[in-house]
């Protein structure tokens, strides 16, 4: 089955609302991380972050590692936020492997 | 980021054969390829520990990776499919399953 899911698929905000952004994994995660991506673009690591919460800029991840979930929340939106972030997982299974999250896919409006 | 250089940055092929090139400058041990289709995540298809290839992914047999040195990466493609085609990504990490990874800015291959 697929180990890493989040939600919501997509999401459209006004500039200045907050986001959440769920990542839900189904294996150990050794590492998790969070990345950007604008369209056409590269992959931006934001935050890695396989326990506890951390902080960066508008940026809050809070990851549970007993109940396999991190949290993306995104404070003050803005137009430049817009794009697709995805979540992903380092699991150790005898074979080393990142695997990445379908992704959420935010708009910010004006 | 200059820190993961890739070329060429975008590829139009007919049925040839082309590589692709990563060089990292992190010092990082561990080295990736991931492929992207279209309005998808990532998948790995290759990883490097120490020029030791530790995963190989079940990619087709038309795709070959090389790795000359630590912080060099290649990925030889023969004879190109139309399903080949994506943006194919470089990555690092300090070590395997351990430390950020970090992306290059990919290669986007079209094959006609």
């Known amino acids: 089955g697929q180990q890493v899911q989040q939600s919501p698929a997509s999401l459209v905000l006004q500039e200045g609302e907050n986001a959440e952004l769920q990542c839900n994994f189904s294996s150990t995660a050794t590492q998790l991380q969070w990345f950007y991506q604008s369209p056409g673009g590269s992959l931006v690591s934001l935050l890695s972050n396989p326990s506890g919460t951390k902080h960066t800029g508008r940026l809050t991840s809070t990851t549970v590692t007993k109940e396999r979930r991190s949290s993306l929340h995104i404070s003050s939106s803005q137009t430049t936020d817009s794009g697709t972030y995805l979540c992903a997982i380092a699991v150790n299974t005898g074979n080393y492997k990142y695997v990445f999250g379908a992704g959420t896919r935010l708009k910010v409006i004006a | 980021n200059t820190k993961i250089t890739q070329s060429p940055r975008y590829l139009i092929l007919g049925r040839a054969n082309k590589s692709l090139e990563c060089e990292q400058h992190l010092g990082h041990n561990a080295m990736y390829w991931y492929k992207q289709s279209a309005e998808k995540p990532p998948e790995l298809m290759f990883l490097y520990n120490l020029k030791q290839l530790i995963r190989n992914e079940t990619v087709p047999s038309r795709f070959i990776p090389e790795c000359p040195d630590s912080s060099k990466l290649l990925l030889h493609i023969s004879a190109v499919d139309p399903e080949d085609s994506a943006v194919y990504f470089c990555?690092?990490?300090?070590?395997?399953?351990?430390?950020?990874?970090?992306f290059g800015e990919g290669s986007k291959l079209t094959v006609l």
């Open positions: 990555a690092s990490s300090p070590t395997v399953n351990t430390g950020q990874l970090y």
